[in-house]
């Protein structure tokens, strides 16, 4: 499989323009309302350009928002972003440190990789917010992300308190061993610090990357039957993931994630979502 992050086709900056088809009445309206495609954001449409945020305007109160205002890749300790990201990894913190289990199961955590355990923030200047998989792949493959502010010490101190730890990404296998280097230690780029990743009670490693889908699992086959392709949608693939770690007896307290997408599909008793305003994954 070609080494680029499975983040590419799903990813949408700017909403897809749907198309329209020459709707003239009878069965014919039928076939064309069947037949037209969607955008993947549903959103307004604006009466007039005062309603949009000017995209130059927009990329300077990103930066501003990163603290990062002349654009340099490195968001500020003290920024906006910095203090949001904290606070929800010290809800997160806070939950899970006042948690129960109930019955046989071990309680664990789930964390998503891009900009929930690892920021992208430099990746998005240097591309100027135009995802190119190729260049992409030089970040992943270079280890070159930092930490999300706060996400290793609550990592840290859920494995302190019996957590076991466990990460879901949509980047593909052939970038597992960068990923895992990157999110932990291994003397490459940047090593973020985060505890390793809990080996399941079936012995498989506690790091889910998406495998090719003719690599599927059985779980993912059963649970992407139905998508285009047989391929997973990010909420079947994560979701279908997360119930399959169940299965193996442990109880997902917390699940972090990034997009709704990360979140959506249950088998999870409580969902922290980071902040990410630079990309949207339906």
């Known amino acids: 499989m070609n080494i680029t992050s499975l983040r590419a086709p799903r990813r949408t900056a700017v909403a ?30 604006p009466r007039s350009e005062k309603d949009v945020t000017n995209l130059d305007v927009l990329r300077q109160q990103l930066r501003n928002y990163y603290g990062d205002a002349l654009g340099t890749g490195v968001f500020a300790a003290d920024s906006n972003y910095a203090k949001e990201a904290s606070g929800v990894a010290a809800d997160g913190t806070r939950y899970l440190s006042h948690h129960r289990s109930y019955g046989h ?21 240097f591309s100027n917010w135009a995802y190119n998989p190729t260049t992409n792949a030089d970040y992943v493959t270079g280890q070159k992300f930092p930490a999300v502010p706060g996400m290793v010490a609550m990592a840290q101190a859920a494995e302190r308190e019996g957590y076991a730890i466990f990460f879901l990404t949509g980047r593909p296998a052939t970038q597992e061993a960068a990923t895992l280097g990157n999110l932990t230690a291994d003397g490459i780029g940047v090593d973020a610090g985060y505890p390793k990743p809990t080996t399941l009670s079936d012995g498989e490693d506690g790091l889910f990357t ?44 917390g699940n972090f994630g990034d997009q709704y997408s990360d979140l959506k599909g249950g088998h999870a008793d409580k969902t922290f979502k980071l902040p990410n305003p630079n990309y949207y994954l339906p």
């Open 16 to 45: 897809a323009v749907a198309i329209t088809m020459a709707v003239l009445g009878g069965a014919g309206a039928g076939w064309a309302a069947a037949t037209t495609a969607q955008p993947a954001i549903k959103t307004i449409t």
């Open 105 to 125: 199961a071990t309680k664990a955590i789930v964390l998503d990789v891009d900009d929930t355990s690892l920021a992208t923030w430099n990746y998005e200047v």
């Open 210 to 253: 998406k495998p090719d889908v003719s690599a599927y699992p059985d779980y993912l086959k059963a649970a992407c039957a139905d998508d285009p392709g047989g391929k997973c949608t990010t909420i079947h693939y994560k979701s279908a993931t997360r119930a399959h770690i169940e299965s193996l007896g442990y109880d997902i307290v």
